[in-house]
C-alpha cells in the first residue's frame, strides 16, 4: 500500500486503504459498492426523539444480530439507503449516521 492509496476512516480516524468498503477497525461502512461478502444488510425502522427513519443497518460477519451493531462501542449506527418516514410521504435522505443516544428504538423490518 502507497501513500495514495490510503485515506482516513472518517469515524475512527484510523489510516485505511482508498478502495475499503468498510473500515477495518471500526468496520464502518465508508463507501459505496457490495458489502455482501463481509455481512449482511437488515433493513429497520430507526425512531429517534423526533423522527422515525427506515433503512438498512450493516452487520459484520463477525457480529450476528443488530442488537450487537446497536450496542457496540460507537456511538453511531450506520443507515444505508434511509428515508425519512413523514406523514404524507417518505422522503429519502440516502446514507445517515444516527448519534445512539437520540434513539429511542430499533426494530426490524420485515424478520
Ligand atoms: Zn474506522
Redesign the pocket.
Known amino acids: 500500500m502507497t501513500m495514495e492509496n490510503r485515506k482516513q476512516?472518517p469515524?475512527?480516524?484510523?489510516i485505511?486503504d482508498t478502495k475499503a468498503i468498510i473500515?477495518k477497525?471500526?468496520?464502518?461502512i465508508i463507501g459505496g459498492g457490495s458489502v455482501e461478502k463481509s455481512g449482511t444488510l437488515v433493513r429497520v425502522r430507526v425512531k429517534t426523539y423526533e423522527k422515525v427513519y427506515s433503512g438498512d443497518i450493516f452487520v459484520p460477519q463477525h457480529l450476528d444480530r443488530v442488537s450487537d451493531v446497536i450496542n457496540d462501542s460507537r456511538h453511531f449506527i450506520i443507515l444505508i439507503n434511509a428515508k425519512e418516514e413523514l406523514k404524507t410521504s417518505d422522503a429519502p435522505v440516502g446514507f445517515l449516521a444516527i448519534n445512539k443516544a437520540i434513539i429511542e428504538w430499533v426494530r426490524l423490518i420485515g424478520a
Open positions: 476512516c469515524y475512527c480516524a484510523e485505511i473500515c477497525h471500526c468496520q464502518s
